[in-house]
């Protein structure tokens, strides 16, 4: 069983993707967090996939998908994934049931307005600091979720798998309760 968690940066999809992992039991693949933990344990992998993060490209595919096969290499016997930061674009969508061979249950995706994105990005560039937060960065990633990553939710729906719509904007809680109540009916997958 594999869900995913899409939505824009800003949209607080990893903080949702945390929690649903946590209450199911599923073990959570967040490739920005894996990205930056490669790169400040020094791992070849790490620093070169550093060069394009950094500036707001995306990993290419061949290095994105060693690198997970690579975290999820030792997982035997689990229920599954949820998965942030992944799929990004079309190639990562089509090696996806390959990579973590199991099926998508469904698809959460986070909805908010862009004014409300770029406020929450603006005050985590204070105090998270990463490389990746320059006005040129942030305006390359956008881009980059607008014209890559967007289609793909019309691609999931193509392929008969559910893609659920959440209001981002509300509380976490909220936002959280509302990914429970709607995805009961997809757990068994
Ligand atoms: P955000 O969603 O806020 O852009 P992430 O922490 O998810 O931030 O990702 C940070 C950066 O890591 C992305 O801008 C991209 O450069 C790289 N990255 C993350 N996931 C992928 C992926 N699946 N494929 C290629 N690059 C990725």
Do not use: C
């Amino acid at each position: 069983m594999v869900f995913v968690i899409m939505g824009p940066q800003g949209s607080g999809k990893s903080t949702q993707a945390k929690l649903l992992s946590q209450r199911l039991g599923l073990y959570l693949i967040s490739t920005g967090t894996i990205l930056r933990d490669l790169y400040a344990a020094n791992t070849p992998m790490g620093i070169e996939a550093e060069e394009y993060w950094s500036e707001g490209h995306l990993v290419p595919n061949d290095l994105m998908h060693k690198i997970l096969l690579e975290q999820i290499a030792e997982h035997k016997n689990i229920k599954g994934y949820v998965l942030e930061g992944f799929p990004r674009e079309e190639g990562q969508y089509t090696e996806l049931e390959k990579i973590f061979k199991r099926p998508v249950a469904a698809v959460i995706d986070l909805t908010v307005d862009r004014e409300v994105y770029m406020q929450r990005i603006e005050s985590r560039k204070v105090i998270e600091k990463r490389k990746d937060e320059t006005e040129e960065a942030i305006e390359r990633r956008l881009n980059a979720f607008e014209q890559h990553t967007l289609p793909l939710l019309k691609k999931f729906e193509k392929d008969g798998i559910p893609v659920v719509m959440i209001d981002g904007t509300q509380p976490i809680d909220n936002v959280h309760q509302q990914i429970w109540d709607h995805i009961q009916s997809y757990l068994s997958n």
